[in-house]
């Protein structure tokens, strides 16, 4: 069995308000510490002066001004061993398949609590089990 509480640190990048807090309220049930951003440039914002370790983002892919995958080129660049999950409502969009069909980790809305937390759970131990980096990429 999959464990799926977390202590883990999550940045939630969703620019609809109502559906950031939802995600948050269910990250923090399931453990999570979690830091919030209405859109791409406040998340690379709070990045930038985050103290402690960020073990995740989860970011939206329609947003105004970037994009989930124009964030998540910003972020590897400078954090190349952060996991990144994708989100998105618009499944028929072509950024949003372009991401599905690249092999990127990618829930589509709407979702359960315990889809976001299975999602979650296995990209962190994935990351952390990953010969590439230790997966606790301390930002």
């Keep these: 069995m999959t464990r799926t509480l977390g202590a883990e640190t999550i940045l939630v990048v969703e620019d609809a308000e109502v559906i950031r807090k939802m995600v948050c309220a269910m990250l923090a049930q ?3 510490t979690v830091i919030e951003a209405a859109d791409g440039h406040e998340a690379l914002r709070v990045l930038e002066v985050q103290s402690g370790p960020v073990h995740l983002v989860l970011t939206d892919m329609i947003m105004p001004h970037m994009n989930g995958t124009e964030l998540a080129r910003h972020v590897s660049q400078r954090h190349p061993n952060l996991p990144i999950i994708f989100m998105s409502g ?4 072509p950024v949003v398949q372009g991401v599905e069909r690249g ?9 359960t609590a315990a889809a976001l937390a299975e999602k ?11 010969p590439s980096g230790d997966g606790s990429d301390p930002l």
Excluded: E
């Excluded at 618009?90 to 969009?93: A, G, I, Q, S, T």
């Excluded at 979650?120 to 089990?129: C, E, T």
């Design 30 to 32: 399931g453990g999570y």
């Design 90 to 93: 618009y499944n028929d969009d």
């Design 103 to 111: 092999g990127s980790v990618f829930l589509a809305k709407p979702f």
């Design 120 to 130: 979650i759970r296995q990209a962190l131990d994935h990351s952390r089990n990953d």
